[in-house]
C-alpha cells in the first residue's frame, strides 16, 4: 500500500506562506484523488483541497483564492501552496485519498503542524 508523508509544516505570521508536500512512497498514478485535510484542535477533521490524476482540482470555500494544489506524478508528490495565511488555518494538514478510494489509508500519521500567528 502507498504511503504519504506531509511536510513542509512550520510557524509563519500571518500573511505568509508556506508550501506543503505529500510524496509517496510509490507510484501515485494510481490513485485518481489526493486530498489535504487539516484538523485544528478540538475539532473535526476537515477537506482543504482535493486533485485528481487529471489534474481537476476542488478547494473548500474558507480557502479559495489562497491556497493552490498541485500534483507531479513523476515525483510521487502533491503540493499545497498556502498564501495569505490566517491564524484560523492553524491546524495539523494530512494528505490521504478520499475514504474507501484507491490509496486510501486508515493511517494517517502524523501530518505537518502548521500555525500561524497573529
Known amino acids: 500500500q502507498v504511503q504519504l508523508v506531509e511536510s513542509g509544516g512550520g510557524l509563519v505570521q500571518a500573511g505568509g506562506s508556506l508550501r506543503l508536500s505529500c510524496v509517496a512512497s510509490?507510484?501515485?498514478?494510481?490513485?485518481?484523488?489526493i486530498v489535504w485535510y487539516r484538523q485544528a484542535p478540538g475539532k473535526q477533521r476537515e477537506s482543504v483541497a482535493a486533485?485528481?490524476?487529471?489534474?481537476?482540482?476542488n478547494y473548500a470555500d474558507f480557502v479559495k483564492g489562497r491556497f493552490t494544489i498541485s500534483r507531479d506524478d513523476a515525483k510521487n508528490a502533491v503540493y499545497l501552496q498556502m498564501n495569505s495565511l490566517k491564524p484560523e488555518d492553524t491546524a495539523v494538514y494530512y494528505c490521504?485519498?478520499?475514504?474507501?478510494?484507491?490509496?486510501?489509508?486508515?493511517?494517517w500519521g502524523q501530518g505537518t503542524q502548521v500555525t500561524v500567528s497573529s
Open positions: 490521504n485519498a478520499p475514504y474507501g478510494s484507491v490509496g486510501y489509508n486508515d493511517d
Open positions: 510509490g507510484s501515485i498514478f494510481s490513485i485518481n484523488a
Open positions: 486533485i485528481t490524476r487529471g489534474g481537476s482540482t
